[in-house]
């Protein structure tokens, strides 16, 4: 006794949404992983652009700028599984467990984003009694307010680089050695006093 065209077809369908949504799931668990991945190489590459300007605080705009940029390009918390007809029920818990995940991630974000401004306040002096809290401060390890104390990836005593003074005022001291700023200025008033 042979199958009947109906049989068949319902084989078939059944086949087919099977095999759709075992391809959903491998696409979303591929894209989280490829968000992770995402996630690790713009935290640490930003994290390395901005130690210059920002010193302790550059792991937590690395981390911050680097999650949410790996969270808009890889959306798998958005792609929703079309429960089929055949599979209904498994389809439904499934999607349940990715929409856990997503707040689970979420909450998860929110928690490092706290610790790591926690760890850029200490690392910056904030436990230190002088801490002002200002820019100069945020931007330089062991402020705490003491002279002497605070220190950049540029050292402390370069000559070049003044120690807590901050990111815009340092830039201007840099360009001035360099002769950017100052340099212009002084050439002109050197020819005017040799005039």
């Known amino acids: 006794m042979g199958l009947t065209w109906e049989q068949v077809a319902l084989g078939i369908d059944i086949k087919n949404e099977s095999l759709a949504a075992i391809q959903h799931k491998k696409d979303v668990a591929k894209m989280q992983l490829d968000e992770a991945d995402a996630a690790s190489k713009y935290k640490l590459g930003l994290t390395l652009i901005a130690y210059p300007f920002l010193g302790p605080m550059a792991p937590v705009v690395g981390d911050l700028v680097g999650e949410y940029i790996a969270d808009v390009q890889h959306p798998w918390e958005d792609m929703e599984l079309d429960p089929g007809k055949f599979f209904k029920t498994e389809d439904i818990s499934w999607q349940d467990d990715v929409d856990e995940m997503a707040s689970d991630q979420t909450l998860s974000q929110a928690l490092n984003a706290a610790t790591s401004l926690a760890k850029g306040y200490i ?38 680089w003044e120690a807590g003074a901050g990111l815009f005022k340092n830039l201007g001291s840099i360009g001035e050695t360099l002769g950017y700023w100052k340099g212009f200025t002084s050439n002109d008033e050197e020819e005017e006093d040799g005039e």
């Open 123 to 160: 690392s910056a002096g904030g436990l230190d009694e002088k801490f002002r809290g200002d820019w100069d401060d945020w931007t330089s390890w062991n402020t705490g307010g003491a002279e002497g104390g605070e220190w950049t990836i540029f050292g402390d005593e370069t000559g070049v």
